[in-house]
Protein backbone atom coordinates (compact mmCIF):
# COMPACT_ATOMS: atom_id res chain seq x y z
CA UNK A 1 0.00 0.00 0.00
CA UNK A 2 1.35 3.28 -0.88
CA UNK A 3 1.75 5.57 2.04
CA UNK A 4 -0.52 8.45 2.00
CA UNK A 5 0.88 11.46 2.86
CA UNK A 6 -1.15 14.77 4.70
CA UNK A 7 -0.60 18.01 3.27
CA UNK A 8 0.36 20.94 5.15
CA UNK A 9 -0.12 24.75 3.88
CA UNK A 10 2.18 26.37 2.17
CA UNK A 11 2.58 29.11 4.89
CA UNK A 12 3.21 26.48 7.30
CA UNK A 13 5.71 25.12 5.45
CA UNK A 14 7.71 28.42 4.93
CA UNK A 15 7.58 28.76 8.34
CA UNK A 16 8.33 24.80 9.13
CA UNK A 17 11.61 25.33 6.95
CA UNK A 18 12.69 29.36 8.33
CA UNK A 19 12.79 27.09 11.89
CA UNK A 20 16.21 26.38 11.02
CA UNK A 21 17.01 29.87 9.60
CA UNK A 22 20.93 30.97 10.14
CA UNK A 23 22.94 34.09 9.67
CA UNK A 24 25.49 33.35 7.92
CA UNK A 25 29.27 34.94 9.12
CA UNK A 26 30.51 37.79 7.54
CA UNK A 27 33.67 38.75 5.27
CA UNK A 28 35.95 41.56 4.21
CA UNK A 29 36.38 41.80 0.67
CA UNK A 30 37.37 44.02 -1.96
CA UNK A 31 35.47 46.71 -3.46
CA UNK A 32 36.66 45.19 -6.66
CA UNK A 33 35.00 41.53 -5.87
CA UNK A 34 31.40 43.40 -4.02
CA UNK A 35 29.12 42.79 -7.41
CA UNK A 36 26.37 40.14 -6.62
CA UNK A 37 26.95 40.47 -2.94
CA UNK A 38 25.10 41.35 0.15
CA UNK A 39 26.09 44.10 2.38
CA UNK A 40 26.86 42.55 6.34
CA UNK A 41 26.97 45.62 7.85
CA UNK A 42 24.73 49.15 7.32
CA UNK A 43 26.55 51.62 5.19
CA UNK A 44 26.09 55.12 7.21
CA UNK A 45 28.03 58.51 6.01
CA UNK A 46 30.70 59.23 7.47
CA UNK A 47 31.19 62.54 5.90
CA UNK A 48 29.40 65.14 4.10
CA UNK A 49 28.79 64.51 0.25
CA UNK A 50 30.04 67.13 -1.24
CA UNK A 51 32.57 67.48 1.38
CA UNK A 52 32.97 71.65 0.62
CA UNK A 53 30.48 73.77 -1.40
CA UNK A 54 31.35 73.59 -4.95
CA UNK A 55 29.96 75.02 -7.96
CA UNK A 56 27.64 72.93 -10.05
CA UNK A 57 29.32 75.19 -13.52
CA UNK A 58 31.95 76.52 -15.22
CA UNK A 59 31.66 80.09 -14.39
CA UNK A 60 33.03 82.75 -11.77
CA UNK A 61 32.50 82.56 -8.18
CA UNK A 62 31.61 85.69 -6.62
CA UNK A 63 29.54 88.19 -4.34
CA UNK A 64 26.21 88.68 -4.91
CA UNK A 65 26.18 91.67 -3.27
CA UNK A 66 27.93 93.18 -5.70
CA UNK A 67 25.63 92.38 -8.06
CA UNK A 68 22.65 94.19 -7.02
CA UNK A 69 23.14 96.42 -9.41
CA UNK A 70 23.66 94.71 -12.35
CA UNK A 71 21.26 94.89 -15.56
CA UNK A 72 21.26 94.77 -19.33
CA UNK A 73 21.38 98.52 -19.14
CA UNK A 74 24.15 98.62 -16.52
CA UNK A 75 26.44 95.65 -16.59
CA UNK A 76 29.24 95.85 -14.14
CA UNK A 77 32.76 94.78 -14.40
CA UNK A 78 34.16 92.65 -11.84
CA UNK A 79 38.02 91.75 -11.37
CA UNK A 80 38.74 88.29 -12.02
CA UNK A 81 41.82 87.38 -9.55
CA UNK A 82 42.34 83.99 -9.70
CA UNK A 83 41.58 80.36 -11.70
CA UNK A 84 41.03 77.07 -10.25
CA UNK A 85 39.76 73.66 -11.69
CA UNK A 86 38.13 70.80 -9.91
CA UNK A 87 40.61 69.50 -7.21
CA UNK A 88 42.42 72.69 -7.16
CA UNK A 89 41.69 75.20 -4.17
CA UNK A 90 42.09 78.89 -4.38
CA UNK A 91 43.66 80.26 -1.82
CA UNK A 92 42.84 84.15 -2.69
CA UNK A 93 39.66 85.78 -0.55
CA UNK A 94 37.06 87.27 -3.02
CA UNK A 95 36.68 90.66 -1.89
CA UNK A 96 34.66 93.92 -3.18
CA UNK A 97 33.77 93.40 -7.03
CA UNK A 98 36.11 90.34 -7.57
CA UNK A 99 35.46 86.99 -8.76
CA UNK A 100 37.49 83.45 -9.60
CA UNK A 101 37.28 81.90 -12.69
CA UNK A 102 36.26 78.02 -11.63
CA UNK A 103 35.06 74.90 -13.26
CA UNK A 104 32.69 72.34 -12.18
CA UNK A 105 33.27 70.45 -9.15
CA UNK A 106 36.01 73.17 -8.05
CA UNK A 107 35.54 74.31 -4.72
CA UNK A 108 33.55 77.54 -3.83
CA UNK A 109 37.08 80.25 -2.78
CA UNK A 110 36.32 81.86 0.38
CA UNK A 111 34.37 85.56 0.39
CA UNK A 112 32.22 84.16 -3.06
CA UNK A 113 28.43 83.19 -2.38
CA UNK A 114 27.31 82.78 -5.82
CA UNK A 115 28.42 81.58 -9.16
CA UNK A 116 27.47 82.47 -12.98
CA UNK A 117 27.62 80.42 -15.72
CA UNK A 118 30.47 81.05 -18.44
CA UNK A 119 28.02 81.49 -21.18
CA UNK A 120 26.52 84.48 -19.14
CA UNK A 121 29.81 87.02 -18.81
CA UNK A 122 31.44 88.71 -21.14
CA UNK A 123 35.67 88.10 -20.68
CA UNK A 124 37.80 91.32 -20.88
CA UNK A 125 41.36 90.89 -21.25
CA UNK A 126 43.26 94.66 -20.39
CA UNK A 127 46.46 95.81 -19.50
CA UNK A 128 44.91 95.99 -16.19
CA UNK A 129 44.28 92.41 -15.78
CA UNK A 130 41.01 90.20 -16.62
CA UNK A 131 37.61 91.74 -15.90
CA UNK A 132 34.05 89.74 -16.89
CA UNK A 133 30.74 92.28 -17.74
CA UNK A 134 27.74 90.96 -15.73
CA UNK A 135 24.31 92.00 -17.26
CA UNK A 136 22.29 90.52 -14.09
CA UNK A 137 21.90 90.41 -10.40
CA UNK A 138 22.65 86.93 -8.45
CA UNK A 139 21.03 85.60 -5.25
CA UNK A 140 23.59 84.53 -2.23
CA UNK A 141 24.11 80.58 -2.61
CA UNK A 142 22.99 81.27 -6.68
CA UNK A 143 24.53 77.88 -8.06
CA UNK A 144 26.29 76.54 -5.37
CA UNK A 145 26.38 72.67 -5.10
CA UNK A 146 26.43 73.33 -0.47
CA UNK A 147 28.41 70.66 1.31
CA UNK A 148 25.63 67.83 2.63
CA UNK A 149 23.51 68.73 0.37
CA UNK A 150 23.52 65.26 -1.09
CA UNK A 151 23.54 63.58 2.47
CA UNK A 152 25.08 64.61 5.85
CA UNK A 153 27.21 62.92 8.18
CA UNK A 154 25.97 60.04 10.10
CA UNK A 155 22.94 59.70 7.78
CA UNK A 156 22.05 55.86 7.71
CA UNK A 157 21.90 55.11 3.72
CA UNK A 158 21.52 51.19 3.23
CA UNK A 159 20.59 48.23 5.57
CA UNK A 160 22.70 45.64 6.10
CA UNK A 161 21.21 42.78 3.99
CA UNK A 162 21.24 44.53 0.63
CA UNK A 163 22.35 43.42 -2.67
CA UNK A 164 25.30 45.82 -3.91
CA UNK A 165 23.78 47.35 -6.97
CA UNK A 166 26.26 49.57 -8.46
CA UNK A 167 24.67 52.60 -7.21
CA UNK A 168 25.67 51.01 -3.62
CA UNK A 169 29.03 50.40 -4.91
CA UNK A 170 29.41 54.11 -5.69
CA UNK A 171 28.56 54.78 -2.09
CA UNK A 172 31.40 52.24 -0.76
CA UNK A 173 33.79 54.33 -3.35
CA UNK A 174 32.67 57.67 -1.86
CA UNK A 175 32.78 56.51 2.06
CA UNK A 176 36.24 54.67 1.59
CA UNK A 177 35.63 51.68 1.50
CA UNK A 178 38.19 49.76 -0.21
CA UNK A 179 37.01 46.62 1.43
CA UNK A 180 33.52 46.06 2.28
CA UNK A 181 31.99 43.89 5.13
CA UNK A 182 29.59 41.20 2.88
CA UNK A 183 27.80 38.30 4.58
CA UNK A 184 29.61 34.97 3.72
CA UNK A 185 27.80 33.22 1.08
CA UNK A 186 26.21 30.00 2.04
CA UNK A 187 26.86 26.53 0.11
CA UNK A 188 24.25 24.90 -1.53
CA UNK A 189 24.89 21.37 -2.49
CA UNK A 190 22.81 20.47 -5.49
CA UNK A 191 22.18 16.64 -6.59
CA UNK A 192 20.03 15.83 -9.24
CA UNK A 193 18.71 12.11 -9.50
CA UNK A 194 16.97 9.79 -12.02
CA UNK A 195 18.44 7.48 -14.09
CA UNK A 196 16.81 8.82 -17.24
CA UNK A 197 19.16 12.03 -16.84
CA UNK A 198 22.14 12.48 -19.79
CA UNK A 199 24.36 15.81 -19.68
CA UNK A 200 23.54 18.99 -21.87
CA UNK A 201 26.37 17.53 -23.68
CA UNK A 202 25.03 14.06 -24.47
CA UNK A 203 23.10 13.23 -27.98
CA UNK A 204 19.31 12.29 -27.05
CA UNK A 205 18.99 8.52 -26.63
CA UNK A 206 14.97 6.78 -26.72
CA UNK A 207 13.90 7.07 -22.99
CA UNK A 208 16.67 9.83 -21.34
CA UNK A 209 16.31 13.36 -20.92
CA UNK A 210 19.19 15.71 -20.37
CA UNK A 211 19.52 17.30 -16.85
CA UNK A 212 18.12 20.89 -16.74
CA UNK A 213 16.89 20.90 -12.87
CA UNK A 214 20.31 20.69 -12.22
CA UNK A 215 21.43 23.78 -13.75
CA UNK A 216 18.09 25.85 -13.60
CA UNK A 217 18.81 24.91 -9.13
CA UNK A 218 22.37 27.03 -9.48
CA UNK A 219 20.95 29.49 -11.58
CA UNK A 220 18.51 30.12 -8.66
CA UNK A 221 20.97 29.80 -6.45
CA UNK A 222 23.29 32.50 -7.67
CA UNK A 223 20.36 34.70 -8.14
CA UNK A 224 19.61 34.39 -4.70
CA UNK A 225 22.45 35.43 -3.40
CA UNK A 226 24.56 32.00 -2.81
CA UNK A 227 27.26 29.73 -4.01
CA UNK A 228 26.30 26.07 -5.23
CA UNK A 229 28.36 23.08 -5.06
CA UNK A 230 27.50 20.77 -8.15
CA UNK A 231 27.41 16.76 -6.99
CA UNK A 232 25.69 15.77 -10.57
CA UNK A 233 23.50 13.91 -11.26
CA UNK A 234 23.01 10.02 -10.26
CA UNK A 235 20.88 7.51 -11.30
CA UNK A 236 18.08 5.71 -8.75
CA UNK A 237 20.49 4.02 -7.25
CA UNK A 238 19.82 3.86 -3.12
CA UNK A 239 23.14 3.46 -2.19
CA UNK A 240 24.77 5.67 -4.08
CA UNK A 241 22.48 8.54 -3.87
CA UNK A 242 22.72 8.21 0.01
CA UNK A 243 26.03 8.61 -0.05
CA UNK A 244 26.33 11.47 -2.20
CA UNK A 245 23.52 13.42 0.00
CA UNK A 246 25.69 11.96 3.01
CA UNK A 247 28.33 13.91 1.54
CA UNK A 248 26.96 16.72 0.12
CA UNK A 249 25.57 17.44 4.00
CA UNK A 250 29.00 17.10 5.23
CA UNK A 251 30.38 19.52 2.74
CA UNK A 252 27.60 22.09 2.56
CA UNK A 253 25.73 24.29 4.27
CA UNK A 254 22.41 23.56 3.00
CA UNK A 255 21.74 20.34 0.41
CA UNK A 256 18.75 20.57 -2.44
CA UNK A 257 18.10 16.93 -4.45
CA UNK A 258 15.83 17.10 -7.38
CA UNK A 259 13.21 14.08 -8.15
CA UNK A 260 12.69 10.97 -6.72
CA UNK A 261 10.95 12.49 -3.84
CA UNK A 262 7.56 10.94 -4.57
CA UNK A 263 5.74 7.67 -4.36
CA UNK A 264 7.56 5.79 -7.13
CA UNK A 265 9.25 2.49 -7.04
CA UNK A 266 12.75 4.59 -7.87
CA UNK A 267 11.52 7.58 -5.62
CA UNK A 268 14.70 6.92 -2.87
CA UNK A 269 14.32 10.12 -1.29
CA UNK A 270 12.01 9.32 1.44
CA UNK A 271 13.90 6.14 2.94
CA UNK A 272 17.18 8.54 2.45
CA UNK A 273 15.22 11.09 5.07
CA UNK A 274 14.65 8.10 6.96
CA UNK A 275 18.48 6.27 6.60
CA UNK A 276 20.10 9.58 7.68
CA UNK A 277 18.04 9.79 10.22
CA UNK A 278 16.52 13.37 9.06
CA UNK A 279 13.58 15.30 10.86
CA UNK A 280 11.19 15.11 8.15
CA UNK A 281 9.54 18.70 8.70
CA UNK A 282 7.02 17.68 5.57
CA UNK A 283 6.73 15.74 2.57
CA UNK A 284 3.45 16.95 0.92
CA UNK A 285 2.62 20.38 0.37
CA UNK A 286 -0.98 21.95 -0.41
CA UNK A 287 0.21 23.57 -3.64
CA UNK A 288 0.85 23.51 -7.21
CA UNK A 289 2.82 22.57 -8.68
CA UNK A 290 5.58 21.17 -6.16
CA UNK A 291 3.06 19.11 -4.25
CA UNK A 292 5.86 16.58 -3.42
CA UNK A 293 8.03 19.29 -2.13
CA UNK A 294 9.87 17.40 0.96
CA UNK A 295 12.35 19.04 4.03
CA UNK A 296 14.31 17.08 6.49
CA UNK A 297 16.82 19.03 9.00
CA UNK A 298 19.79 17.30 10.13
CA UNK A 299 22.63 18.68 12.22
CA UNK A 300 20.77 22.09 11.88
CA UNK A 301 21.25 21.58 8.40
CA UNK A 302 17.91 21.71 5.66
CA UNK A 303 18.09 19.21 3.08
CA UNK A 304 15.35 20.03 0.23
CA UNK A 305 13.99 17.43 -1.95
CA UNK A 306 12.48 19.23 -4.50
CA UNK A 307 10.17 17.52 -6.92
CA UNK A 308 11.83 16.09 -10.35
CA UNK A 309 9.05 18.10 -12.29
CA UNK A 310 10.72 21.41 -14.00
CA UNK A 311 8.29 23.34 -12.67
CA UNK A 312 7.38 21.87 -9.88
CA UNK A 313 11.11 22.15 -9.00
CA UNK A 314 11.12 25.80 -10.07
CA UNK A 315 8.53 26.97 -7.41
CA UNK A 316 10.04 24.54 -4.52
CA UNK A 317 13.02 26.83 -4.68
CA UNK A 318 11.69 30.23 -4.88
CA UNK A 319 9.17 29.38 -2.11
CA UNK A 320 11.45 27.45 0.42
CA UNK A 321 15.02 28.20 -0.18
CA UNK A 322 15.33 31.29 -1.54
CA UNK A 323 14.27 32.82 1.85
CA UNK A 324 16.70 30.41 3.52
CA UNK A 325 19.91 32.10 1.63
CA UNK A 326 18.36 35.64 1.91
CA UNK A 327 18.06 35.10 6.00
CA UNK A 328 21.49 33.31 5.87
CA UNK A 329 23.13 36.81 3.70
CA UNK A 330 21.37 39.04 6.77
CA UNK A 331 18.76 39.93 4.47
CA UNK A 332 15.56 41.63 6.70
CA UNK A 333 13.36 40.59 3.77
CA UNK A 334 14.51 37.43 2.93
CA UNK A 335 10.77 36.42 0.90
CA UNK A 336 9.71 36.96 -2.51
CA UNK A 337 7.72 40.60 -2.62
CA UNK A 338 4.22 40.25 -3.42
CA UNK A 339 2.22 43.21 -5.38
CA UNK A 340 -1.46 42.95 -6.36
CA UNK A 341 -2.64 43.02 -9.71
CA UNK A 342 -4.99 42.11 -12.43
CA UNK A 343 -5.45 38.87 -13.80
CA UNK A 344 -5.06 39.21 -18.11
CA UNK A 345 -6.81 36.13 -19.12
CA UNK A 346 -9.15 33.43 -17.80
CA UNK A 347 -7.85 30.99 -16.10
CA UNK A 348 -10.37 28.58 -15.67
CA UNK A 349 -8.78 25.45 -13.90
CA UNK A 350 -9.97 24.83 -10.68
CA UNK A 351 -7.23 24.90 -7.61
CA UNK A 352 -8.12 22.14 -4.91
CA UNK A 353 -4.59 23.65 -3.80
CA UNK A 354 -2.64 27.10 -3.84
CA UNK A 355 -1.55 27.23 -7.47
CA UNK A 356 1.52 29.15 -8.26
CA UNK A 357 1.67 30.05 -11.97
CA UNK A 358 4.46 31.11 -13.93
CA UNK A 359 3.40 34.31 -15.46
CA UNK A 360 5.00 37.52 -16.75
CA UNK A 361 4.23 41.07 -15.48
CA UNK A 362 2.62 43.52 -17.74
CA UNK A 363 2.26 47.38 -17.30
CA UNK A 364 -0.73 48.57 -18.98
CA UNK A 365 -2.29 51.75 -18.39
CA UNK A 366 -0.59 52.75 -15.89
CA UNK A 367 -1.96 49.40 -14.47
CA UNK A 368 -0.28 46.10 -13.19
CA UNK A 369 -1.33 42.88 -15.10
CA UNK A 370 -0.30 39.69 -15.02
CA UNK A 371 -0.31 36.90 -18.06
CA UNK A 372 0.38 33.21 -17.13
CA UNK A 373 3.15 32.01 -19.91
CA UNK A 374 3.54 28.40 -21.35
CA UNK A 375 1.52 25.26 -20.66
CA UNK A 376 0.29 25.26 -16.94
CA UNK A 377 1.81 21.70 -16.14
CA UNK A 378 4.47 20.63 -13.70
CA UNK A 379 6.48 18.84 -16.07
CA UNK A 380 6.81 22.07 -18.38
CA UNK A 381 9.85 23.53 -18.53
CA UNK A 382 9.84 25.95 -21.43
CA UNK A 383 7.61 28.36 -19.58
CA UNK A 384 10.18 29.24 -17.07
CA UNK A 385 12.79 31.02 -19.24
CA UNK A 386 9.40 33.81 -19.84
CA UNK A 387 8.60 33.75 -15.93
CA UNK A 388 8.92 36.90 -14.09
CA UNK A 389 6.17 36.56 -11.63
CA UNK A 390 4.05 33.62 -10.15
CA UNK A 391 0.10 34.35 -10.05
CA UNK A 392 -0.77 32.74 -6.89
CA UNK A 393 -4.19 31.49 -7.41
CA UNK A 394 -5.98 30.08 -3.97
CA UNK A 395 -6.94 26.77 -3.21
CA UNK A 396 -10.38 25.75 -2.89
CA UNK A 397 -11.63 28.11 -5.86
CA UNK A 398 -13.37 27.03 -9.06
CA UNK A 399 -11.05 29.22 -11.74
CA UNK A 400 -10.67 32.66 -12.20
CA UNK A 401 -11.38 35.56 -14.59
CA UNK A 402 -9.80 38.27 -16.64
CA UNK A 403 -10.30 41.39 -14.20
CA UNK A 404 -10.13 39.34 -11.30
CA UNK A 405 -7.21 40.93 -8.45
CA UNK A 406 -4.67 38.50 -7.93
CA UNK A 407 -1.36 37.94 -5.85
CA UNK A 408 2.14 37.92 -7.90
CA UNK A 409 5.21 37.20 -6.88
CA UNK A 410 7.97 39.04 -7.92
CA UNK A 411 11.25 36.85 -9.33
CA UNK A 412 13.32 39.27 -10.32
CA UNK A 413 13.14 41.12 -7.84
CA UNK A 414 15.86 42.04 -5.06
CA UNK A 415 13.77 44.22 -2.94
CA UNK A 416 12.01 41.18 -1.06
CA UNK A 417 9.40 41.33 1.61
CA UNK A 418 9.65 40.87 5.50
CA UNK A 419 7.24 38.39 5.69
CA UNK A 420 5.88 36.06 2.65
CA UNK A 421 2.64 36.78 1.53
CA UNK A 422 -0.53 36.09 2.81
CA UNK A 423 -2.03 32.59 2.36
CA UNK A 424 -5.77 32.21 1.72
CA UNK A 425 -7.13 29.22 3.36
CA UNK A 426 -9.86 28.66 1.73
CA UNK A 427 -10.15 24.79 1.15
CA UNK A 428 -9.71 22.23 3.83
CA UNK A 429 -6.66 20.15 4.11
N1 LIG B 1 1.15 7.91 -7.86
C1 LIG B 1 1.61 9.18 -7.79
N2 LIG B 1 2.43 9.61 -8.73
C2 LIG B 1 2.90 10.87 -8.69
C3 LIG B 1 2.49 11.72 -7.65
C4 LIG B 1 1.63 11.24 -6.67
O1 LIG B 1 1.25 11.95 -5.73
N3 LIG B 1 1.22 9.93 -6.76
N4 LIG B 1 2.92 13.00 -7.68
C5 LIG B 1 3.19 13.56 -8.96
C6 LIG B 1 3.74 14.86 -8.82
S1 LIG B 1 2.65 16.05 -8.39
C7 LIG B 1 5.04 15.14 -9.08
S2 LIG B 1 5.57 16.74 -9.00
C8 LIG B 1 6.00 14.12 -9.45
C9 LIG B 1 7.23 14.23 -8.56
O2 LIG B 1 8.11 13.28 -8.91
P1 LIG B 1 9.54 13.13 -8.23
O3 LIG B 1 9.88 14.30 -7.45
O4 LIG B 1 9.58 11.81 -7.57
O5 LIG B 1 10.48 13.16 -9.48
P2 LIG B 1 10.84 12.03 -10.52
O6 LIG B 1 9.86 10.93 -10.42
O7 LIG B 1 12.26 11.69 -10.33
O8 LIG B 1 10.67 12.82 -11.86
C10 LIG B 1 9.48 13.43 -12.23
C11 LIG B 1 9.63 14.00 -13.63
O9 LIG B 1 10.64 14.99 -13.66
C12 LIG B 1 11.67 14.66 -14.59
N5 LIG B 1 12.97 15.06 -14.04
C13 LIG B 1 13.52 14.54 -12.93
N6 LIG B 1 14.71 15.11 -12.69
C14 LIG B 1 14.91 15.99 -13.67
C15 LIG B 1 15.98 16.86 -13.99
N7 LIG B 1 17.07 16.94 -13.22
N8 LIG B 1 15.87 17.65 -15.07
C16 LIG B 1 14.76 17.58 -15.86
N9 LIG B 1 13.72 16.78 -15.59
C17 LIG B 1 13.80 15.97 -14.55
C18 LIG B 1 11.56 13.17 -14.73
O10 LIG B 1 12.14 12.71 -15.91
C19 LIG B 1 10.06 12.95 -14.65
O11 LIG B 1 9.46 13.23 -15.88
O12 LIG B 1 5.48 12.83 -9.28
C20 LIG B 1 4.14 12.67 -9.78
N10 LIG B 1 3.77 11.33 -9.67
O1 LIG C 1 4.16 18.36 -7.16
MO1 LIG C 1 3.48 18.11 -8.54
O2 LIG C 1 4.36 19.34 -9.20
O3 LIG C 1 2.14 19.06 -7.76
O4 LIG C 1 2.77 18.46 -10.03
MG1 LIG D 1 9.02 10.08 -8.94
Known sequence: MVERRKPIWVKEAIEQVMGYKIRGEKELISIDDCDGRYLAEPLVADHDVPPFDRSPYDGFALRAEDTV?????????????????????????VGHMEAVRIMTGAQIPIGADCVIML??????????????????????????SFRGEDTIKGSPLINQGVLINPGIKALLATFGYSKVTVGKRPVIGV????????????????????????????????????????????????EALQNAIETAMAECDVVITTGGVSVGDYDFLPE????????????????????????????????????????????????????????????????????????????????????????????????????????????????????????????GTRGFQQADQVDILLLDDQQGSEKPWQEAKLSKL
Open 191 to 238: IATGSELLQPEDELVPGKIRNSNGFMIESQIIRAGGLYKRYGSFADDL
Open 272 to 395: IYKRIGANLLFNKIAMRPGSVTSCGEKDGKLLFGLSGNPSACYIGFELFVRPIIRYWLRSERPFLRCLQGTLNIDFPKPNPFSRFVRSQLIYKDGKIYAEPVGLDKSGVVTSLAWADCLIVLPG
Open 119 to 144: ELVQEEKSDDGTFIKIKRSLTPGENI
Open 69 to 93: QASRDNPLNIRVIDEIGAGQVSNKN
